[in-house]
């Protein structure tokens, strides 16, 4: 084969117009690979490259490189290769629109801007908030457009993801509650969800006033519906419901100069770990929730200040708390979470206000800095080893530093959100889901509430001015959550969102359908694309037990059309993790993303960097710790992640390091 060097290949790209074609040279593992001769055969096998693991899409990058050397490719191939699915798949969408953007205020910026442009100088827009979500394989859509995948490779229909739950998601016990984790806390199950919330929210489409579809109902005929059936044996709803209301998620705009694709799905938030879910993620939500010296809105008794969107308020002194993230009151223990950030953040601002130079501004941001760091530290060191394995964590370099700065960010890196992750692998917390939520008070009484009572309602964190918070947060701390496996509590999987008609949802369902309406390949597609063993009959899943794989073939023809929601939740779990292979493949890359994308990664030296004392204070910060400084809670284990135990005693928060603010002296 010939070879040309970089320049001369982004020189013809820029002839035939195209701005955005990178080529690297640093793909050592397919050096020994021969080159096809043929044309068709060389896009081909560059095509599969760019979408395989280690050469990836991630960046949008296309590696082309050969014992070292760059393959010619000439002005068509270029081309070709640029028109390609894969290259405007993961690529050039997210340039094309908003080329324009400078980001010269931001090269020099301690602080992160509130959307996340111009985390990435390079592609400005990458992780930014309203941004394409992006993939590590293509989507497999019915058409190869739009269309959610509806058939099976027979040719027959896929079955309605509510059949499928019930068969997948449902306990031997009906009626009874799933099992218990042994170790796990209910406070992994809370973190997963509050940390997530930092991360993704998927906006569906609604009517023009901005409501929900009523897709059972009189919107059934809007393009965006998708409902899904429930058979009229159905052993929850027998008859009284045959269909439940589900809208697709909006589609990514065109995008101006580009050839329109196929559908593609937005993330409203930064996908950065930024305390988004605290602050907001634009600049008018920094403005709505800030309070003046720097602290953030709280009402007199340091709740959450009103003004957030409720479908609920079952007591009318309750009021219907704003944060940064408009989930805030999906469950009692997630609303719980918010408000002690909020408070966290105003503890801290009141240490750092001893500097008397600094504005309300350098005040404000500083500890938004410093409460990312937080998240992101706590969600590596102490999250991550609970739900990954060893191997993943060591494989994807996702341990931190004890010492000294990461030096690794690399802005090549594509830090957004990634599809399947959102829409499928994340959602296994959906499994950790407990059957009831409540108050644990300081004699160890306990008052419990079924969780479907409990949904979309604010009451137990506001109600009497917030007075039984550390009762709540008592109880998330010393219940165990559930366990990671394909059982889902009948508390969402029959009854979520229950109505007073007595209508409702079955998260489960709705899990698979939004991974169809998001074109996700299915299961064994990504198992290919992690590397492991591809099934081609039921009896081949290594890694799924006989008695699921008979499940699995009660409901799937054949065993290429399984959702990967459905053959993630239910593999066995890898040595030293809650998750079996794929999830732990797909989350292990999404955070390595996270980080090594992240300009503003709290490790990172630089502008935005920590000093050194500075960054020894947030390498010693707990969930604990934090929890001690902002709540009055009396005794907690250090490791806030698992049940108290014989290695996780209770110990006085007196016993917890304060969190200490001197390094910011100026
Ligand atoms: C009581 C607890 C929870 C409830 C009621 C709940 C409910 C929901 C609902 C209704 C959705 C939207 C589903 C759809 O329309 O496709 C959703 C999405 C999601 N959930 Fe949960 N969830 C809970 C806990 C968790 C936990 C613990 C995790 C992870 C550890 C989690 C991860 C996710 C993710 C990643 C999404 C997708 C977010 C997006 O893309 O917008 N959830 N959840």
Redesign the pocket.
Same mark, same amino acid.
């Given at each position: 084969t010939d070879t040309v060097s970089v320049d001369d290949i982004v020189a013809q790209a820029i002839d035939n117009g195209y701005r955005y074609v990178r080529f690297e040279r640093t793909c050592p593992n397919i050096d020994d690979q021969v080159l096809p001769r043929d044309e068709k055969q060389l896009f081909t096998f560059i095509r599969k490259q760019t979408f395989s693991e280690g050469l990836t899409s991630d960046a949008g990058r296309l590696y082309i490189a050969i014992n070292k050397e760059l393959v010619k490719l000439s002005g068509k191939n270029i081309t070709q290769l640029v028109r390609s699915k894969a290259y405007r798949d993961s690529f050039a969408r997210q340039f094309c629109r908003r080329s324009s953007l400078r980001c010269s205020e931001f090269v020099r910026s301690p602080y992160r801007s509130a959307d996340g442009r111009c985390n990435n100088l390079l592609y400005p827009t990458l992780g930014s908030r309203g941004a394409t979500q992006s993939r590590y394989l293509p989507p497999k859509y019915e058409d190869g457009i739009t269309q959610p995948r509806n058939l099976s490779g027979t040719g027959k229909p896929l079955l309605s993801p509510r059949l499928i739950s019930n068969e997948m998601f449902q306990g031997p016990h009906p009626g009874k509650p799933t099992p218990k984790d042994r170790k796990l806390s209910l406070m992994t199950?809370?973190?997963? *969800?509050f =940390?997530?919330?930092d %991360? &993704?929210?998927?906006? %569906?489409s609604t009517n023009e006033d901005g409501e929900e579809l009523k897709c059972c109902d009189e919107d059934a005929d809007h393009l965006d519906c998708l409902p899904i059936d429930i058979p009229p044996d159905d052993p929850h709803f027998r008859g009284r419901q045959n269909c439940m209301s589900?809208?697709r998620?909006i589609p990514a705009e065109s995008y101006d100069g580009c050839a329109p694709g196929h559908r593609e799905q937005v993330? +409203?938030l930064t996908s950065f770990i930024d305390a988004g879910n605290v602050y907001g993620d634009s600049l008018l939500s920094h403005a709505l929730l800030n309070a003046p010296h720097g602290y953030l809105n709280t009402t007199k008794y340091n709740l959450l200040p009103p003004g957030g969107v409720c479908k609920t308020l079952s007591n009318d002194r309750d009021h219907c708390p704003i944060a940064g993230d408009e989930r805030v009151s999906?469950?009692p $223990? #997630?609303g719980g979470m918010h408000v002690l950030w909020v408070r966290l953040h105003n503890h801290i601002v009141r240490q750092l206000a001893k500097n008397k130079s600094w504005s309300s501004y350098k005040i404000f941001q500083e500890t938004r800095k410093i409460l990312g760091a937080m998240m992101q530290l706590i969600t590596y060191k102490h999250y991550l080893p609970k739900i990954l394995s060893p191997r993943t964590i060591a494989r994807r370099n996702l341990s931190l530093k004890e010492h000294g700065y990461e030096t690794r960010y690399d802005q090549e890196i594509d830090p957004s %959100?990634k599809n399947v &992750? $959102? $829409?499928a692998a994340? +959602?296994?917390?959906?499994s =950790?889901?407990p059957p009831e939520l409540g108050y644990l008070f300081h004699d160890m009484t306990r008052r419990t509430f079924k #969780?479907e009572d409990i949904?979309l309602d604010p009451h137990l964190v506001v109600t009497q001015r917030g007075v039984y918070l550390p009762d709540l947060i008592r109880f998330v701390l010393r219940n165990s959550s559930g366990l990671v496996d394909r059982e889902i509590e009948s $508390? %969402?999987r029959n009854n #979520?969102?229950v109505d007073n008609q007595g209508l409702s949802?079955d998260?489960g369902a709705?899990?698979i *359908? +939004?991974g169809r309406?998001h074109g996700l390949p299915p299961y064994a597609d990504w198992r290919k694309h992690c590397g492991l063993s591809v099934p081609t009959t039921f009896e081949h899943l290594e890694d799924h037990d006989i008695h699921t794989r008979e499940k699995l073939s009660n409901v799937y023809e054949l065993v290429t059309d399984i959702d990967v929601f459905v053959g993630g939740l239910s593999e066995l779990p890898e040595e030293g993790s809650v998750l079996g292979p794929v999830f732990n493949c797909l989350i292990g890359k999404q955070f390595r993303d996270l980080k090594f994308g992240d300009r503003y990664w709290f490790e990172n030296p630089g502008v935005g960097g920590f000093t050194p004392d500075q960054l020894k204070v947030i390498r010693s910060v707990t969930l604990a710790s934090v929890i001690c400084s902002v709540l009055d809670i009396g005794e907690i284990q250090r490791d806030a992640f698992e049940i108290q135990h014989k290695g996780n005693p209770l110990v006085s928060c007196k016993k917890i390091p304060k969190l200490n603010f001197e390094a910011w002296k100026k």
């Amino acid at each position: 084969t010939d070879t040309v060097s970089v320049d001369d290949i982004v020189a013809q790209a820029i002839d035939n117009g195209y701005r955005y074609v990178r080529f690297e040279r640093t793909c050592p593992n397919i050096d020994d690979q021969v080159l096809p001769r043929d044309e068709k055969q060389l896009f081909t096998f560059i095509r599969k490259q760019t979408f395989s693991e280690g050469l990836t899409s991630d960046a949008g990058r296309l590696y082309i490189a050969i014992n070292k050397e760059l393959v010619k490719l000439s002005g068509k191939n270029i081309t070709q290769l640029v028109r390609s699915k894969a290259y405007r798949d993961s690529f050039a969408r997210q340039f094309c629109r908003r080329s324009s953007l400078r980001c010269s205020e931001f090269v020099r910026s301690p602080y992160r801007s509130a959307d996340g442009r111009c985390n990435n100088l390079l592609y400005p827009t990458l992780g930014s908030r309203g941004a394409t979500q992006s993939r590590y394989l293509p989507p497999k859509y019915e058409d190869g457009i739009t269309q959610p995948r509806n058939l099976s490779g027979t040719g027959k229909p896929l079955l309605s993801p509510r059949l499928i739950s019930n068969e997948m998601f449902q306990g031997p016990h009906p009626g009874k509650p799933t099992p218990k984790d042994r170790k796990l806390s209910l406070m992994t199950f809370t973190w997963g *969800q509050f =940390m997530i919330h930092d %991360v &993704v929210l998927t906006p %569906v489409s609604t009517n023009e006033d901005g409501e929900e579809l009523k897709c059972c109902d009189e919107d059934a005929d809007h393009l965006d519906c998708l409902p899904i059936d429930i058979p009229p044996d159905d052993p929850h709803f027998r008859g009284r419901q045959n269909c439940m209301s589900f809208s697709r998620s909006i589609p990514a705009e065109s995008y101006d100069g580009c050839a329109p694709g196929h559908r593609e799905q937005v993330n +409203r938030l930064t996908s950065f770990i930024d305390a988004g879910n605290v602050y907001g993620d634009s600049l008018l939500s920094h403005a709505l929730l800030n309070a003046p010296h720097g602290y953030l809105n709280t009402t007199k008794y340091n709740l959450l200040p009103p003004g957030g969107v409720c479908k609920t308020l079952s007591n009318d002194r309750d009021h219907c708390p704003i944060a940064g993230d408009e989930r805030v009151s999906e469950n009692p $223990a #997630l609303g719980g979470m918010h408000v002690l950030w909020v408070r966290l953040h105003n503890h801290i601002v009141r240490q750092l206000a001893k500097n008397k130079s600094w504005s309300s501004y350098k005040i404000f941001q500083e500890t938004r800095k410093i409460l990312g760091a937080m998240m992101q530290l706590i969600t590596y060191k102490h999250y991550l080893p609970k739900i990954l394995s060893p191997r993943t964590i060591a494989r994807r370099n996702l341990s931190l530093k004890e010492h000294g700065y990461e030096t690794r960010y690399d802005q090549e890196i594509d830090p957004s %959100v990634k599809n399947v &992750v $959102a $829409a499928a692998a994340f +959602r296994f917390g959906h499994s =950790m889901i407990p059957p009831e939520l409540g108050y644990l008070f300081h004699d160890m009484t306990r008052r419990t509430f079924k #969780l479907e009572d409990i949904l979309l309602d604010p009451h137990l964190v506001v109600t009497q001015r917030g007075v039984y918070l550390p009762d709540l947060i008592r109880f998330v701390l010393r219940n165990s959550s559930g366990l990671v496996d394909r059982e889902i509590e009948s $508390a %969402v999987r029959n009854n #979520l969102f229950v109505d007073n008609q007595g209508l409702s949802f079955d998260l489960g369902a709705f899990n698979i *359908q +939004r991974g169809r309406d998001h074109g996700l390949p299915p299961y064994a597609d990504w198992r290919k694309h992690c590397g492991l063993s591809v099934p081609t009959t039921f009896e081949h899943l290594e890694d799924h037990d006989i008695h699921t794989r008979e499940k699995l073939s009660n409901v799937y023809e054949l065993v290429t059309d399984i959702d990967v929601f459905v053959g993630g939740l239910s593999e066995l779990p890898e040595e030293g993790s809650v998750l079996g292979p794929v999830f732990n493949c797909l989350i292990g890359k999404q955070f390595r993303d996270l980080k090594f994308g992240d300009r503003y990664w709290f490790e990172n030296p630089g502008v935005g960097g920590f000093t050194p004392d500075q960054l020894k204070v947030i390498r010693s910060v707990t969930l604990a710790s934090v929890i001690c400084s902002v709540l009055d809670i009396g005794e907690i284990q250090r490791d806030a992640f698992e049940i108290q135990h014989k290695g996780n005693p209770l110990v006085s928060c007196k016993k917890i390091p304060k969190l200490n603010f001197e390094a910011w002296k100026k």
